[in-house]
């Protein structure tokens, strides 16, 4: 169930906390825009790096990054330009435009009877539209148009000269497509190979709305996995083919399936798409969604996208209810063969086991950044508590902003001086420390928790005194439990690098 007061209270707390700006916000902020403060910048910056040490780094695959301005003929190619389009219906009366499918999911007798619009031709739509009576959201008369196509994708011209079209990418796919011979080239790799990419997409929405969850910009971190069609298994699947997976099913309870029956039983198309949700699942436990509050869902036919043989999606509960997180496609040689007739291009590779060329298939795991980081944002806000006068995130340390503030007790007698050189000294550990001298020890204590930071430091009298047996250790206060221990100075970055990897949050 969508509970928006929630999601507004939440992006209130984002934008006054330094996680989010509405972007060109002087100029009215136009929708489906986010900037990124300097915390959620950390934040996010974070989350990528999981991702890229997860999905490419361990796997031993390839980062790229490619263009974000393609031309035409690229996206004519891949489909988009034909079949990148949301179902679009406008008002006769006041003008205004909506998504089609959005507006029937949102009428009231239409929900009583559970219909399902997303994926459906603009005749049908029109259909429901007329059945269920739907008036125009903003003027509430009957006077919705028929339904047409919208294209999607942010159209510009390369250069003075007009005619020269080109698009801002839908997906940052396409480039590791349109690069794949001269990776396969460079290091003469043998299939499987793997390439990846983070980086920003931008989509026209009709209607952006929920924050982050529908953008007109955003960021995408997207795995091509090239494969031999003859060999659809994946040299790791033993590993976790008796691990779990919650399933949406039939009857709406999620339920966990074993990997290996779930590829038997063809939920999932492969071995390697297997492997990749799995990996989708300890990324998401890593960041801190809760596995109770994420399952993945098999899409149906209607709902695939024109380039995909299967989806499995990744869906995660919000207070703007479930949302689609990552989409993970069988791509077959879709894109690859097409490219290939388009441009005449060989992209194909030689198979020594077959003796032979072969265009490769694809998986390919894409996940968006910035709802993933929403979800972390709602999952990790704890509420005030009498022990906790103020709210606060319980960010993983793997991925909290800083890993640690540190204060002088106060700012004189040396300890600020002491704080300093402290900070320095973590800085050049590799750790990501800020210094805070304003406001009592409590408030800054509260600042901390409020934007997630795991860890509190301490210089205090007792780090000065040479005679105290306390001298050279600072404390260090946990942000779960507010609990505090004393640490020597000497052993302080090695400390608290250890507490980050373990996750340690509690005294
Ligand atoms: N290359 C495949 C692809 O782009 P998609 O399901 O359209 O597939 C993948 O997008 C992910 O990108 C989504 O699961 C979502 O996390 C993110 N995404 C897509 N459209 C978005 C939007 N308008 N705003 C924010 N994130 C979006």
Redesign the pocket.
């Known amino acids: 169930m969508a509970d928006t007061k929630k999601a507004d209270r939440l992006m209130d707390v984002a934008i006054r906390r330094s996680f989010l700006m509405p972007s060109s916000e002087i100029y009215g902020s136009p929708s489906g825009f986010y900037d990124y403060g300097p915390v959620g910048t950390a934040i996010k910056h974070r989350i990528e790096n999981l991702w890229r040490s997860e999905f490419l780094q361990k796997e031993g695959f390839h980062e790229i990054e490619t263009s974000l301005i393609v031309p035409e003929a690229v996206l004519k190619a891949s489909g988009h330009a034909e079949n990148f389009a949301d179902p679009l219906v406008t008002c006769s009366s006041c003008k205004n435009k909506f998504r089609a499918d959005h507006l029937i999911e949102q009428n009231e007798n239409a929900k009583k009877e559970h219909v399902k619009a997303a994926g459906l031709p603009p005749q049908q739509l029109s259909e429901l539209i007329k059945k269920y009576g739907v008036l125009c959201p903003n003027c509430k008369k009957p006077t919705l148009s028929e339904v047409g196509w919208f294209n999607m994708m942010f159209q510009t011209n390369i250069g003075p000269i007009e005619g020269n079209t080109a698009y801002f990418r839908?997906?940052?796919?396409q480039g590791i497509f349109l690069d794949f011979a001269r990776v396969v080239r460079n290091y003469g790799s043998r299939l499987p190979i793997g390439i990846g990419q983070v980086g920003r997409?931008a989509?026209n929405?009709i209607s952006?709305r929920q924050g982050?969850?529908?953008?007109?910009e955003?960021t995408?971190m997207?795995l091509e996995y090239f494969f031999n069609p003859k060999d659809q298994s994946h040299p790791k699947f033993g590993k976790i083919k008796h691990e779990k997976l919650r399933f949406a099913s039939e009857e709406g309870h999620p339920q966990e399936i074993e990997i290996a029956k779930a590829v038997r039983d063809g939920l999932i198309a492969n071995e390697i798409m297997a492997y990749f949700l799995w990996k989708q699942k300890m990324l998401y436990l890593a960041v801190g969604v809760p596995e109770s509050k994420f399952f993945f869902r098999k899409m149906p036919k209607e709902e695939t996208?024109h380039y995909s043989k299967g989806n499995i999606?990744l869906e995660v509960e919000t207070s703007y209810g479930m949302v689609?997180?990552?989409?993970t496609?069988y791509r077959t040689d879709f894109d690859l063969s097409s490219h290939s007739k388009h441009s005449g291009a060989d992209l194909s590779v030689f198979v020594e086991e077959d003796k032979q060329r072969v265009v490769p298939h694809v998986v390919?795991p894409?996940?968006?950044v910035?709802?993933?980081f929403w979800c972390v944002l709602e999952h990790s806000f704890r509420e005030k508590t009498p022990e906790k006068d103020w709210e606060w995130f319980a960010f993983p340390p793997a991925i909290a902003p800083y890993h640690a503030w540190i204060f002088p007790l106060m700012k004189k007698d040396g300890m600020d001086e002491k704080a300093r050189e402290i900070e320095e000294h973590l800085r050049a550990s590799g750790l990501i420390v800020y210094y805070q001298d304003s406001g009592s020890i409590g408030r800054r204590y509260a600042r901390a928790d409020e934007i997630g930071v795991p860890y509190c430091i301490t210089v205090d009298y007792d780090t000065l005194d040479e005679k105290s047996d306390k001298h050279s250790t600072v404390t260090v206060r946990f942000r779960n439990d507010g609990k505090q221990i004393r640490v020597r100075i000497s052993e302080l970055a090695a400390k608290i690098s250890g507490f980050v990897k373990e996750g340690k949050v509690t005294g």
Do not use: I, K, N
Not at 170 to 173: D, N, R, V, Y
Not at 212 to 216: A, G
């Open positions: 839908p997906e940052t796919a997409s989509r929405e952006p982050l969850v529908r953008m007109r955003f995408q997207e996208p999606d689609e997180t990552v989409g496609a390919e894409s996940m968006g910035d709802r993933l």
